[in-house]
């Protein structure tokens, strides 16, 4: 399993960015996939998780529920990210992970996913 991020750059607070992650090679029909970031000093953290056909979306807290949005592109293999009123609190590396069908308190959990995407740098000041 290839997971690509890209997207990442540095943006005013306020502003807005979309992550994209490219995936190819995956065994299953069924899986888990989303966003994880992790901030200077910080444990990583669950963003935004989808159950892959789309069919149930996962956000792991309310600030980011208000302002993300997780989509996917079947036909392209592609998951994304779209962040609107950007804080600098959301600085950090974001990692794409996907795994086998992940529910419950277990979706948002770092330690719940098997395959990972070497990060995309984003930056808010």
């Known amino acids: 399993v290839q997971l690509v991020e890209s997207g990442g750059g540095s943006v005013q607070a306020g502003g807005s960015l979309r992550l994209s992650c490219a995936a190819s090679?995956?065994?299953?029909?069924?899986?888990?996939m989303g966003w994880f970031r992790q901030a200077p000093g910080k444990e990583r953290e669950g963003v935004a998780m989808?159950?892959?056909?789309?069919?149930?979306?996962?956000y792991c807290s309310i600030s980011v529920r208000d302002r993300f949005t997780i989509s996917q592109d079947s036909t392209k293999n592609t998951l994304y990210l779209q962040m609107n009123g950007l804080e600098p609190e959301d600085t950090g590396m974001y990692y794409c992970?996907?795994?086998?069908?992940?529910?419950?308190?277990?979706?948002?959990?770092?330690?719940?996913?098997?395959?990972w995407g070497q990060g995309t740098q984003v930056t808010v000041s």
């Open positions: 992970a996907t795994a086998r069908p992940v529910f419950g308190l277990l979706v948002c959990r770092d330690e719940s996913y098997a395959y």
């Open positions: 090679g995956y065994p299953y029909n069924w899986y888990t």
């Open positions: 989808v159950y892959m056909p789309g069919v149930d979306k996962t």
